[in-house]
């Protein structure tokens, strides 16, 4: 079972970036055995299967990888061989050469492989002129290039959807979280509910960060991607809703925390209680309607308008609540600047 998750993903790739990735390397097999003498244009395929990537972006930075790589192992092992001539031990050698060069210039993992592997290749395939290194960088080049434009002209990826879903669930949860937590404060919990309502308020910090990774990924799509201005504005919008939800995130956890901490059952003697819970089920309505935009087919809801108040004016607390009240009140404060929704006047500011 251990071993199965080792060699297994937790999702299959798409079968249109399997499509695209078998398309490539049969056209760079095609057109390097044109292009050159070569019965077995292997580097060209392998070019072409590595430079096929999720993104535009991430496309081109593999073929630059896979070109560099190859020039630099082609090179070594061409040198390598004309000084010592076709021994068994120089394939050694230039692999040695080829991890410490590697080393010494700072090469990414993936190009200090790719330069290893290619000396390993040429030499092990008989190279022993410069005119078979010339091909065998010709032919990689092409397998490069034509893994680039296979990703750009086939549906180029966007990935967009899994930020619309993070980012959804995100807002979901912090809502049901601040919903959480204002039956909480209307009625008295027990200890193992006050524990839950805290798991459950921390769980929304990886979700948060969930977001913001899809975000990063969704921003790497469109770069270089011909069909990033169908999509710029919904990215945009989206980074926006989760920028917004990111300190929230910290309020409500920090105010689940403090309740938790500083639990007594004569709290709920406290009037201003009442008015925190109210004013945090409208803060998980307000959440929604921020979120709102962002659905495709969006639920109807019992209001289009911000439901969050003015900021409360209370009495002081009994001096053993003052602690929590206070730090209530604060971050829910703090919440309301971040919900509120600027008005057109304060747009035209």
Same mark, same amino acid.
């Given at each position: 079972?251990?071993?199965?998750?080792?060699?297994?993903?937790?999702?299959?790739?798409?079968?249109?970036? +399997?499509?695209?990735?078998?398309? @490539? *390397?049969?056209?760079?097999? &095609?057109?390097?055995?044109? $292009?050159? #003498? =070569?019965?077995?244009?292997?580097?060209?395929?392998?070019?072409?299967?590595?430079?096929?990537?999720?993104?535009?972006?991430?496309?081109?930075?593999?073929?630059?990888?896979?070109?560099?790589?190859?020039?630099?192992?082609?090179?070594?092992?061409?040198?390598?061989?004309?000084?010592?001539?076709?021994?068994?031990?120089?394939?050694?050698?230039?692999?040695?050469?080829?991890?410490?060069?590697?080393?010494?210039?700072?090469?990414?993992?993936?190009?200090?492989?790719?330069?290893?592997?290619?000396?390993?290749?040429?030499?092990?395939?008989?190279?022993?002129?410069?005119?078979?290194?010339?091909?065998?960088? +010709?032919?990689?080049?092409?397998? @490069? *290039?034509?893994?680039?434009? &296979?990703?750009?002209?086939? $549906?180029? #990826? =966007?990935?967009?959807?899994?930020?619309?879903?993070?980012?959804?669930?995100?807002?979901?949860?912090?809502?049901?979280?601040?919903?959480?937590?204002?039956?909480?404060?209307?009625?008295?919990?027990?200890?193992?509910?006050?524990?839950?309502?805290?798991?459950?308020?921390?769980?929304?910090?990886?979700?948060?960060?969930?977001?913001?990774?899809?975000?990063?990924?969704?921003?790497?799509?469109?770069?270089?991607?011909?069909?990033?201005?169908?999509?710029?504005?919904?990215?945009?919008?989206?980074?926006?809703?989760?920028?917004?939800?990111?300190?929230?995130?910290?309020?409500?956890?920090?105010?689940?925390?403090?309740?938790?901490?500083?639990?007594?059952?004569?709290?709920?003697?406290?009037?201003?209680?009442?008015?925190?819970?109210?004013?945090?089920?409208?803060?998980?309505?307000?959440?929604?309607?921020?979120?709102?935009?962002?659905?495709?087919?969006?639920?109807?809801?019992?209001?289009?308008?911000?439901?969050?108040?003015?900021?409360?004016?209370?009495?002081?607390?009994?001096?053993?609540?003052?602690?929590?009240?206070?730090?209530?009140?604060?971050?829910?404060?703090?919440?309301?600047?971040?919900?509120?929704?600027?008005?057109?006047?304060?747009?035209?500011?």
């Amino acid at each position: 079972m251990k071993l199965t998750r080792r060699i297994q993903a937790a999702k299959r790739t798409p079968l249109l970036q +399997v499509v695209k990735t078998s398309v @490539a *390397a049969v056209l760079a097999w &095609v057109v390097a055995g044109l $292009v050159l #003498p =070569v019965d077995l244009p292997i580097f060209a395929a392998i070019a072409s299967l590595l430079v096929v990537q999720p993104s535009v972006n991430q496309s081109f930075g593999k073929a630059v990888e896979r070109s560099v790589g190859v020039i630099s192992g082609v090179v070594i092992a061409t040198l390598l061989s004309l000084a010592f001539g076709p021994y068994t031990w120089v394939v050694m050698l230039a692999i040695i050469v080829a991890v410490l060069l590697s080393w010494a210039l700072r090469m990414t993992t993936g190009t200090s492989n790719q330069v290893a592997i290619s000396a390993m290749l040429v030499l092990a395939l008989g190279a022993s002129s410069p005119e078979y290194a010339v091909d065998r960088i +010709v032919e990689t080049l092409i397998g @490069a *290039a034509i893994g680039f434009i &296979v990703n750009i002209l086939i $549906v180029p #990826p =966007v990935l967009i959807a899994p930020v619309r879903e993070n980012v959804i669930l995100l807002g979901n949860e912090l809502a049901a979280t601040l919903e959480r937590l204002a039956l909480a404060l209307s009625e008295p919990q027990s200890s193992g509910d006050r524990e839950r309502i805290m798991i459950e308020a921390r769980l929304l910090r990886p979700m948060k960060d969930a977001a913001v990774t899809a975000i990063e990924e969704g921003e790497d799509s469109l770069s270089l991607n011909p069909r990033r201005s169908a999509h710029r504005d919904d990215l945009r919008e989206l980074h926006e809703v989760t920028d917004r939800f990111g300190p929230v995130v910290t309020r409500v956890i920090g105010m689940t925390r403090a309740f938790r901490d500083h639990y007594d059952e004569t709290l709920y003697d406290e009037p201003t209680l009442t008015a925190i819970a109210d004013q945090l089920t409208r803060a998980a309505h307000d959440l929604r309607l921020i979120m709102r935009p962002s659905i495709p087919d969006p639920e109807p809801m019992t209001s289009e308008f911000p439901a969050l108040t003015a900021p409360l004016q209370v009495k002081p607390p009994q001096s053993t609540h003052w602690v929590l009240i206070g730090s209530l009140m604060e971050d829910l404060r703090r919440i309301r600047e971040e919900l509120l929704i600027p008005s057109e006047d304060d747009l035209d500011e």
